[in-house]
């Protein structure tokens, strides 16, 4: 079987040959785009290298590696990737569209959490698929936490929120994960659902963090899917998910440049383990070594 194409292997080609030459700057213009970082992005990285080349009168690939490596290092470390949690009990509304695996992402950040020692509960507010409670209590048992499930099918979702912080402020819950309703089919009705959940939670407790699933593989369609929220939910963090860190990295740049907003959380695998915090000198160390 061939092996599978990455970024770290196409740039390590480039960087080992003698010096650098036009087919130097061909070859990572379109390792950049393979990796999904979009075309501007790609564009802005490849003249202000080749300015810096100029400047500093280099050709020794070495150098275009480490330029390469704080040049990306500067462009994440614009955006604050701080998980904001101080409150207790500290609220997090986890949105996103159908499929880009938002249950599964509540699960493993539960399990992250819970090995820092925090307690968890998890609100089963997205009680219009059964199959997605279903699913949420399996995970929510998985890393250890607890969960409130809607009392009946079809339960007003700002219902579940609410006995979601009134369980956690009886047992002294340190944190909530509040799952919601993905459907897109109609804009303002979703956003409107969304509103309400928000406020019925601001009655009881400030909301902590807002995280917008988003599904590494679909690429920059991932994020037009995503624009509802973008504009309504109040979204404060995003959460990558499906991401194969050496191939489609780039998309974690092109997604915080586009909305503005930052990258909170990378899940990369399928295990109950495989999300991390985002560190932005850790992933470019791993994106181009």
Known sequence: MAEKWSLGRALRGMFTKPQIDDGTWDDLETALITADFGPDITEAI????REKVVRYGTTDPADLQRMLRE???ERFAKFDTT???TERPAVVLVVGVNGVGKTTTIGKFANFLRRYGRS??????DTFRAAAVDQLATWAERSGAAIVRPEKEGQDPASVAFQTIDYAKANGTEIVLVDTAGRLHTKAGLMDELTKVRRVIEKQAPISEVLLVLDATTGQNGVMQAEAF???AGVTGL???KLDGSAKGGFVLAVQERT???VKLVGQGEGLGDITGFTPHVFVEQLVS
């Open 239 to 241: 959460v990558i998910s």
């Open 83 to 85: 998980l904001k949690l």
């Open 71 to 73: 040049s990306l290092e």
């Open 120 to 125: 968890i509960v998890v609100g089963a507010a």
């Open 230 to 232: 973008l504009e309504h």
């Open 46 to 49: 490849v003249d202000d290298l």
């Open 260 to 262: 503005g907003i930052p």
